[in-house]
Structure formats: structure tokens, C-alpha cells
């Protein structure tokens, strides 16, 4: 089997529930399941599920569909983290998974995989990979589905579509998009939709008027540019809309390729990393906000607030806010840089109380929450402070 025959396997998988492909895939993960079933009682728990998962995504990333662990986890500790979330989303926080539970998470992904186009995993994207849906049918189903819930997967790969969208545009690198930006987010935003007729193309005689008023559509309190989460719920309402009813390609179709570049959140550390060179790499982030070491820097700290983001709303607070700062202290805590919240705070009362306290430091509209522009205005604030400490010292 090649990568064009799996392909076609899985899509044959949601297409026919009846067939051949679907039985297959089934006794496959019946299969995986039993394995990982520690003590045979017929369920896994959250300790087996790591393993269920490994044994599962090897096929996909055999043929080059899935990543591997490196490229979308921090640490193994995050990658626990995360699947152990993921196991509670499918259970619905039962403390054991079952098969028919499992099996429908998985042709559930399989079919968001397929709505938003089977492409080969580009290194360096993450999770910020373009919607590149194959076929108009495809598109729309996944529009459907990524607007029916937003506990959906094809809502969180919509989020993370629009996401992608927003940091393209956002050419200074400062979680903010302005007025100029805006016809640049516009354009790679309706890059999908004109593939397919379903959108007309930009026509400069009319930008002023229209895409004008749709940034002071989101920039209600008017201060000249928007933030992710102002961006995503206004897109949301934008897309839903247009979902509700029939979805017509009515202009001429267009599949411009947009030239964005892809060199996005690649790890700027790994185990071979000295704590000196982690020094250099933040004094050249700080020294120069157009260098390449601050763009890494801006798609890390993107990946942190995402993590945190298990809502996909683009705002962050509470006990999400406290999975943010652990994961964004995870490397200086690794290169002896900041102490461990353990050696830190005498009791998690104290810990969360000097987080909330932190949240509202970041909080500058006293919300509750904050955007990612208000952790990266922090962060590379905190940043610049420790750099010439560094310096001084």
C-alpha cells in the first residue's frame, strides 16, 4: 500500500459505512484496542490510552498524513497532558473508554481529515495547516459540520484554518491585524471559498467600501486594529451565516496560490540545546523584532496560548490560564532560566493565587480573560527584562 491507495481507503471508509474498507478499519481498531486493554475488562482507561493512540496513528504516519510526536508536543509531558484531555473529550469525563466510543472518535476525525483535503503533513506547520478541501462537496460538508457545534473536530481545524490565516497577515509579528493587514487576512481567508466559485474575487474599485466596514465591523471600540479572537467570532458568524442556507458557486472560480510561506512554529530547542544557546536565541529575538529567532519565538508562545485555548475561542482565563504559563515556563524552567512552581509556592492555593493575580496583570480591559496579543505583549515584555538581566549580569 502507497500513500494514494490509503488514501483512497479511508475515504471509502466514510463514504460506504456498508463496505469492505469501513469492516477493515474496524477490526483494525478493535484490534488496537484489545491490545492496549491492559486488564481485559473490555475498556481502556486513561493510562492505556496513550499507547492506543501511538498504535493507531502509525499507518497514517507511515505515508507522511500524520505528524509525529516532536512536531506538535513541547515535551512527553505535554503529550501525555494532551491525550489525557483527549481521552476525557471522548469519554465525556468517564473514568474508562469503550470500544464503540473510540471507533466513533475515529471516523469522526477521518471524516473532518477528508472535509478539509487529505494533504501530506508539512513540517513546521503544526497545527496551522490551510482548509484545502479536494472537491466543492467536500468544502461545504466541512463549512456544515464546523458550524452544526463547536465541540466538532472540523471546528477546532476551522479554528486553527482561520488562525493561520490571522498570522500571515499579522507582518509585525504582534497578535494584532490593522486596517492595512486586513485586505491581506481578507485574501488568504477567501482563498478557499473562490477555489470553488463560492466567493467573488477582490475587486479594488469596491475594497474601500466593503472590507472597510467589515473591519469596523470587529473593531468596535475602534482603536485601528483587531486581535485573534475578535477576528475568529466575527469569521464564525461570517461562516455559519453563509452555511445555513444553500451554498451556490455563483462567481468565477479562482484557485490562486497565495505564496504564503510555511517555516512556521518550528522548535527553536530541543535536548541537545545548551542553556547558553537558549540565551542567545532570546537576546536575538529581543534585539531584533524582525529577525528570524523572534518569529520562532511568536509561533512558540502561539502554540502555548493554543494548548491552553481547549475552548478554540481565542481567549484564555481560569484554569486554562494556569495551563498556559506552566507550558510557556517550560523552557526557561529547562534551561535553569525559572524556578518550578513546586520549589515556588508553599501550596496550590498560593500557586493559583498569584496566577490570578498575574491574569489580571495581563488583563489590561479587566475581562477575565486575555487574547493572545495580551500574552505576547507580556511575554516579550518579561522577555526583554530577563535578556538584560542577562546582559547586565
Known amino acids: 500500500m502507497n500513500a494514494e491507495s490509503f488514501t483512497s481507503s479511508i475515504k471509502e471508509v466514510i463514504a460506504q459505512p456498508c463496505g469492505r474498507a469501513h469492516r477493515e478499519l474496524y ?12 486488564d481485559c475488562d473490555g475498556t481502556i482507561t486513561v493510562d492505556d490510552f496513550d499507547g492506543l493512540v501511538e498504535a493507531t496513528v502509525h499507518m497514517p504516519r507511515r505515508f507522511g498524513l500524520a505528524p509525529a510526536n516532536e512536531d506538535l508536543y513541547i515535551s512527553q509531558e505535554q503529550r501525555i497532558a494532551s491525550r489525557t484531555s483527549l481521552f476525557h473529550r471522548i469519554t465525556g469525563g468517564s473514568k474508562t473508554m469503550t470500544l464503540p466510543q473510540f471507533v466513533q472518535w475515529v471516523m469522526a476525525h477521518i471524516k473532518c481529515k477528508i472535509a478539509k483535503g487529505v494533504a501530506p503533513w508539512r513540517k513546521g506547520e503544526g497545527k496551522l495547516s490551510l482548509i484545502q478541501p479536494k472537491t466543492p462537496e467536500e468544502f461545504i460538508s466541512f463549512l456544515q459540520s464546523a458550524t452544526s457545534s463547536k465541540q466538532t473536530p472540523e471546528y477546532e481545524e476551522l479554528y486553527f484554518h482561520l488562525l493561520r490565516c490571522f498570522t500571515d497577515a499579522d507582518a509585525q509579528k504582534q497578535g494584532l491585524i490593522s486596517v492595512a493587514e486586513f485586505d491581506q487576512l481578507i485574501d488568504i481567508a477567501a482563498a478557499a471559498p473562490r477555489k470553488y466559485g463560492f466567493a ?21 471600540e475602534g482603536t485601528g486594529t483587531i486581535s485573534f479572537d475578535k477576528f475568529l467570532a466575527w469569521a464564525y458568524r461570517h461562516i455559519k451565516q453563509k452555511a445555513s442556507g444553500p451554498i451556490l458557486e455563483r462567481y468565477e472560480k479562482n484557485d490562486r496560490d497565495l505564496g504564503i510561506a510555511i517555516s512556521l512554529n518550528l522548535p527553536f530547542y530541543d535536548d541537545s540545546t545548551s542553556s547558553s544557546e537558549f540565551a542567545r ?10 529577525s528570524e529567532e523572534y518569529k520562532q519565538l511568536y509561533y512558540h508562545l502561539l502554540f502555548c496560548f493554543t494548548y491552553a485555548d481547549v475552548d478554540h475561542s481565542g481567549l484564555v482565563s481560569g484554569e486554562a490560564f494556569d495551563v498556559l504559563i506552566d507550558i510557556a515556563a517550560s523552557a526557561p524552567r529547562k534551561f535553569g532560566f525559572a524556578p518550578h512552581a513546586s520549589s515556588t509556592f508553599e501550596s496550590e492555593t498560593a500557586r493559583m493565587q498569584s496566577r490570578r493575580g498575574l491574569l489580571a496583570e495581563m488583563d489590561t ?6 487574547s493572545f496579543e495580551d500574552f505576547l505583549a507580556w ?3 518579561h522577555i526583554e527584562v530577563k535578556v538584560a538581566g542577562l546582559s547586565a549580569g
Request: net charge neutral; glycine share 2%.
Open 27 to 38: 477490526l483494525q481498531l478493535a484490534k488496537f484496542f484489545s491490545e492496549a486493554d491492559s
Open 200 to 220: 467573488p474575487s477582490a475587486c479594488k474599485a469596491t475594497w474601500n467600501t466593503s472590507r472597510e466596514l467589515f473591519f469596523e465591523q470587529i473593531d468596535i
Open 379 to 381: 511575554s516579550v515584555a
Open 365 to 370: 480591559a479587566n475581562n477575565g480573560y486575555i
Open 281 to 290: 536565541f532570546c537576546t536575538a529575538a529581543m534585539k531584533n523584532k524582525q
